[in-house]
T-cell receptor, first 113, second 115 residues
Framework: GQQVMQIPQYQHVQEGEDFTTYCNSSTTLSNIQWYKQRPGGHPVFLIQ???SGEVKKQKRLTFQFGEAKKNSSLHITATQTTDVGTYFCAVLGSAGNNRKLIWGLGTSLAVNP | SAVISQKPSRDICQRGTSLTIQCQVDSQVTMMFWYRQQPGQSLTLIAT?????????ESGFVIDKFPISRPNLTFSTLTVSNMSPEDSSIYLC????????????FGPGTRLTVT
């Protein structure tokens, strides 16, 4: 079945440093989504990318979809302690009556103040 | 976006018993999803529940163990049957964001511990 690989699994940074997580697929993706899950919380939708080469920004977060639509990245500039959590990418599975999301394993971000 | 509530928020249960988790959405939705998330892990889809039809279970999950009800367009239940400690996990329900939107919105989750 379709899979999406996410790296790194963990990242520990000092506050103010940048952070990037990557998602890769062996197949072309129709879209990719990013979610954030705070410790003890539930996943919260951040953004969806659908176009080749698309770049979207949300304040200090920059999301990118690769030209071949097989990879994506989430970059956080100047991390803050509020960025702590696990970041998941998710891709839409095969078309049909029961579409579902295929989830990456997540990147857990810890930020030292 | 949809607002989703789940009950209970947490529970501690004895092995061999069953627990029913409720999921309530503030708007009518066709599909509801039930996930399991073990500590520090990613989300694993248990089943998709469409109103008016049998739930569709993912590989490794069976109806006898995880029966699902979907009586209307705003409500669903997931039962974890004959529990064992391996069922200790967070159970999440979710829905699609909108008519043609494929982002998912999640309930707050049910933290289940089986002793």
């Amino acid at each position: 079945g379709q899979q999406v690989m996410q790296i790194p699994q963990y990242q520990h940074v000092q506050e103010g440093e940048d952070f990037t997580t990557y998602c890769n697929s062996s197949t072309t993706l129709s879209n990719i989504q990013w979610y954030k899950q705070r410790p003890g919380g539930h996943p919260v939708f951040l953004i969806q990318l659908v176009k080749s080469g698309e770049v979207k920004k949300q304040k200090r977060l920059t999301f990118q979809f690769g030209e071949a639509k097989k990879n994506s990245s989430l970059h956080i500039t100047a991390t803050q302690t509020t960025d702590v959590g696990t970041y998941f990418c998710a891709v839409l599975g095969s078309a049909g009556n029961n579409r579902k999301l295929i989830w990456g394993l997540g990147t857990s971000l810890a930020v030292n103040p | 976006s949809a607002v989703i509530s789940q009950k209970p928020s947490r529970d501690i249960c004895q092995r061999g018993t069953s627990l029913t988790i409720q999921c309530q959405v503030d708007s009518q939705v066709t599909m509801m999803f039930w996930y399991r998330q073990q500590p520090g892990q990613s989300l694993t889809l248990i089943a998709t529940a469409n109103q008016g039809s049998e739930a569709t279970y993912e590989s490794g999950f069976v109806i006898d163990k995880f029966p699902i009800s979907r009586p209307n367009l705003t409500f669903s239940t997931l039962t974890v049957s004959n529990m064992s400690p391996e069922d200790s996990s967070i159970y999440l329900c979710s829905v699609w964001g909108g008519r043609s939107s494929y982002e998912q919105y999640f309930g707050p989750g049910t933290r289940l511990t089986v002793t």
